[in-house]
């Protein structure tokens, strides 16, 4: 298909909404119309969504729920770009992923070893004092390991209790919606699927076993039930 260049080029691949994303009628489905958190980039149809618990910043709005288990590329992560400090109150990540985040969020930082720590609300983003990565400052700081690039060590938004690595599923996205990335990052809205629906299991994203837990839903063959 024709890619987005300024030469004569073909890119090859597919669109990716070209999926049934529904088995059951989508017109029985229960959905919320929602506002999607600025600075996540194109999420598919069929992403595993959580809300934003923090107690301000962007507060009640959407974005992609992280799996148990830490990738690499997990869309609801911004990862470090260095190692952190064993007590320090920042981290550092890339200017584009500083987006993702708003004064007043409630900072959870990860990696695959380390266990999670809620370090509070986000303080200040530093994105002038360096042109290759930002600052993000919190208020508490980090319980005496460092959290390191190795590990994939990674901040996201509070979005759950400490029982799920603070990120819990609370539906699913009807159709593909683009947040943005970076500086121009406006958020979207998109209506997100909870209740009443049966789903082709493998048009889901990001959507795990503890996410299945959190909707109540369960796998039969290849269909996802929410009951």
Partial sequence: ??????????????????????????????????????????????QALAKNLSAAG?????????PT?????????????????TTDT??????????????????IIDDNVTAAENKGAITAIDRTSE?????????????GTAFTTARYASVFVEKGDSSNNYS?????????????????????????????AVLYNGMLTEMDAAARTDLSASVIGQFLIIK
Wanted: contains cysteine.
């Fill in 131 to 143: 042109s290759n990565r930002a600052k993000i400052s919190f208020t508490s700081a980090i319980g």
């Fill in 58 to 66: 962007n507060k009640g709005k959407m974005l992609p729920y992280n």
């Fill in 90 to 107: 920042f981290v550092y990540v890339s200017m584009n992923d500083s987006y993702k985040f708003k004064v007043g969020d409630d900072l």
């Fill in 69 to 85: 288990t830490i990738g690499t590329e997990d869309k609801g992560r911004a990862y470090l770009v260095a190692n952190s400090g």
């Fill in 1 to 46: 298909m024709p890619g987005p260049f300024d030469i004569p080029a073909v890119e090859y691949g597919v669109q990716s909404d070209y999926k049934k994303l529904y088995f059951s009628d989508p017109n029985a489905a229960l959905k919320l119309q929602v506002t999607l958190q600025a600075g996540y980039g194109l999420l598919p149809q069929g």
């Fill in 168 to 196: 819990d599923c609370v539906g699913v996205l009807e159709k593909a919606v683009d947040t943005g990335t970076g500086s121009t990052a406006k958020g979207a809205v998109a209506t997100m699927i909870i209740s009443n």
